[in-house]
């Protein structure tokens, strides 16, 4: 009996040890499991790190070429500006044209049609300001969204209540002069929502060609030392 009895404990510490290397088995293939995880996911965090920073580098790089573009524009400007007072709109067919300013010449003849002269400057001022804040208002955008020749196109909402109310009140030639004004915003400065010049022609309603500029301001020069002499 005793022997049976030390047979039947030898098996059971046998069934025991077992259950405790299987347990054991499976913490070590668990840990062994979680460790490639581990392996796994800092190799996408050295990859996340990495996309990171060329994303960085590409974004700086960006930067820096806005930056100079932006130095480029300005200094443009700057010589546009300088060429302001010889190519003076009204004077010669190529001039420098305000982008985005509402014609003043438009609201002045209604005014002049509601009231006498000195009060018809007032007023005209007064509503060129009014409607010029509100073309300068990147919040203002009455424009529409329609297909044409199956692409899709903004086009200005004559429904936009106040347009419609300028119209009734105003007229076509404001009316124009206001939708013009912003036109010209939306395409040369829509986020920023200010004037920009633009080299213009005025005979053909376009911008001027670099050509155009060029062939004025040198008759221009020819013209100013023949009158010198």
Same mark, same amino acid.
């Given at each position: 009996?005793?022997?049976?009895?030390?047979?039947?404990?030898?098996?059971?510490?046998?069934?025991?040890?077992?259950? %405790?290397?299987?347990?054991?088995?499976?913490?070590?293939?668990?840990?062994?499991?979680? =460790?490639? =995880?581990?392996?796994?996911?800092?190799?996408?965090?050295?990859?996340?790190?990495?996309?990171?920073?060329?994303?960085?580098?590409?974004?700086?790089?960006?930067?820096?070429?806005?930056?100079?573009?932006?130095?480029?524009?300005?200094?443009?400007?700057?010589?546009?500006?300088?060429?302001?007072?010889?190519?003076?709109?009204?004077?010669?067919?190529?001039?420098?044209?305000?982008?985005?300013?509402?014609?003043?010449?438009?609201?002045?003849?209604?005014?002049?049609?509601?009231?006498?002269?000195?009060?018809?400057?007032?007023?005209?001022?007064?509503?060129?300001?009014?409607?010029?804040?509100?073309?300068?208002?990147?919040?203002?955008?009455?424009?529409?969204?329609?297909?044409?020749?199956?692409?899709?196109?903004?086009?200005?909402?004559? %429904?936009?209540?106040?347009?419609?109310?300028?119209?009734?009140?105003?007229?076509?030639?404001?009316?124009?002069?206001?939708?013009?004004?912003?036109?010209?915003?939306?395409?040369?400065?829509?986020?920023?929502?200010?004037?920009? %010049?633009?080299?213009? %022609?005025?005979?053909?309603?376009?911008?001027?060609?670099?050509?155009?500029?060029?062939?004025?301001?040198?008759?221009?020069?020819?013209?100013?030392?023949?009158?010198?002499?």
């Amino acid at each position: 009996m005793e022997i049976e009895e030390l047979k039947g404990k030898l098996q059971m510490e046998n069934e025991e040890a077992l259950k %405790n290397v299987s347990v054991l088995q499976r913490q070590i293939d668990a840990k062994q499991k979680l =460790e490639l =995880e581990i392996e796994e996911l800092n190799g996408k965090l050295q990859r996340v790190k990495e996309e990171a920073l060329k994303k960085v580098l590409e974004l700086k790089s960006q930067l820096d070429a806005e930056q100079k573009l932006h130095m480029e524009i300005e200094e443009l400007k700057g010589k546009l500006q300088g060429l302001h007072d010889m190519l003076q709109p009204g004077r010669t067919n190529i001039g420098v044209k305000r982008m985005g300013e509402i014609d003043s010449k438009a609201l002045l003849e209604a005014c002049k049609d509601k009231f006498d002269s000195e009060e018809a400057q007032i007023k005209a001022l007064e509503l060129c300001t009014l409607w010029q804040d509100k073309v300068n208002n990147p919040e203002w955008h009455p424009v529409k969204v329609v297909a044409v020749d199956g692409a899709h196109k903004e086009v200005i909402d004559e %429904n936009d209540e106040l347009l419609k109310n300028l119209k009734a009140e105003w007229g076509n030639g404001v009316f124009d002069a206001v939708v013009t004004a912003f036109k010209e915003m939306n395409e040369y400065n829509p986020s920023g929502r200010y004037v920009t %010049n633009e080299l213009w %022609n005025f005979r053909d309603n376009r911008k001027a060609t670099l050509k155009e500029v060029i062939s004025y301001i040198l008759k221009t020069m020819q013209s100013l030392k023949r009158k010198r002499r």
